[in-house]
């Protein structure tokens, strides 16, 4: 299960705290920050961007040091690449939720705990189901956030007469090679479907021996096939959990990249036709603020600072008057702006990786609803 829910975050943003609360994203991706002073260099490194916006205040500045005194002990990054850190000492709050994605570090104070990113992690989150084969052994293994959260093991055992490679050697002339192989693979795609309705998944991947997958892939239930994201290359069906874990987990990294490639490009198709699509970050405010946007595409790590609004609520690029008339004020992150409201709104959020495709249009855009 996720380390917080849906339910848990609404209950968290309409928290509102007597002093102003601080929100820490951190990217402790272990693949950019190896060493531990790497990760400490990162968290002083956002903090000190935030010092303008604490501007003396001993209570944030207390909040700010709990932070960087929690990092300096040491984070647990083994299957954590982001955190989501909420603290606001007069109110007792101070909360970790660890993400299996990256995030944009960044530090956000307001009178609320600002969660769009932690809702866009939420929203992006898929379990994943690895289906481990061979022709008498089953495992199912359901990885969730990063962790291996159901595992299952079926053996059927061999008939008399047959040995551990499938071949008669005497005994019951009944039991040959292809009717126990057949049952056995049966009793495999009729498990993963079981699992499938009772606990849930939205990828399938597989590893076994190129024959006996091939035939699991035609006895899957069409709903599993589509859902299927390739093959864990190299796995054997008695490969230790963690290591069915770290594939899995790459594997659906690759298929997750795939997919956005495929959206980026149409959203650029599109875009270039003005078939309900805008890209750019101007054009993606003002739909954003319409409640046009759909789904919403953005380039990880992607920041500007801006403005708000005080009357109509919009976002912009430059102030300090707004078309409506209002003053606006200065925010540090339009773009973390937008993902907030556009949560709010309904709107489905994607956060793309190194897709330079999206960072030529842009680095944001969306598909609009009309």
Not at 2 to 30: H, Q, T
Not at 56 to 61: I, P, S, T, V
Not at 118 to 129: G, N, T
């Amino acid at each position: 299960m996720p380390p917080i829910s849906r339910l848990d975050v609404r209950s968290l943003a309409s928290r509102k705290g007597s002093e102003a609360i601080v929100s820490c994203y951190l990217d402790v991706d272990g693949r950019r920050f190896v060493r531990q002073q790497d990760l400490e260099r990162e968290v002083e490194r956002v903090m000190r961007r935030a010092q303008p916006r604490i501007n003396g205040n001993k209570a944030l500045q207390t909040d700010i040091s709990r932070i960087i005194s929690f990092v300096r002990a040491g984070v647990d990054r083994s299957q954590a690449r982001g955190l989501a850190i909420f603290a606001c000492g007069s109110d007792n709050l101070f909360e970790v939720v660890p993400l299996p994605n990256s995030v944009t570090s960044q530090v956000i104070v307001s009178s609320a705990p600002a969660v769009g990113p932690l809702e866009s992690a939420i929203e992006e989150h898929e379990r994943v189901a690895a289906l481990l084969v061979d022709r008498q052994r089953v495992r199912l293994l359901v990885v969730d956030w990063g962790e291996v959260v159901d595992h299952t093991e079926l053996i059927d055992v061999l008939p008399r007469g047959i040995d551990a490679a499938g071949m008669k050697s005497r005994g019951d002339p009944r039991a040959t090679q292809g009717a126990f192989t057949a049952a056995h693979i049966r009793r495999a795609a009729h498990a993963v479907w079981d699992l499938f309705q009772d606990a849930g998944f939205e990828r399938l991947a597989l590893a076994g021996p190129d024959e006996v997958v091939a035939e699991i892939e035609r006895q899957l239930h069409p709903y599993l096939r589509e859902r299927l994201v390739g093959r864990l290359s190299g796995l054997p069906v008695t490969a230790p959990a963690e290591d069915v874990r770290k594939a899995t987990v790459a594997l659906s990294l690759e298929a997750e990249r795939a997919k956005d490639a495929e959206l980026v490009a149409r959203l650029r198709d599109h875009a270039a036709r003005g078939r309900r699509a805008v890209a750019g970050l101007e054009d993606t405010l003002a739909a954003v603020h319409a409640s046009r946007a759909d789904l919403l595409l953005v380039s990880h790590g992607f920041a500007r600072e801006g403005w708000r609004c005080a009357g109509c609520r919009c976002l912009a690029l430059r102030g300090r008057t707004c078309r409506c008339g209002a003053t606006m004020s200065e925010v540090e992150d339009v773009v973390v702006e937008a993902l907030d409201d556009a949560l709010g709104d309904g709107t489905r959020v994607e956060v793309c990786v190194d897709n330079a495709d999206l960072d030529v249009l842009g680095r944001i855009g969306a598909f609009l609803r009309y």
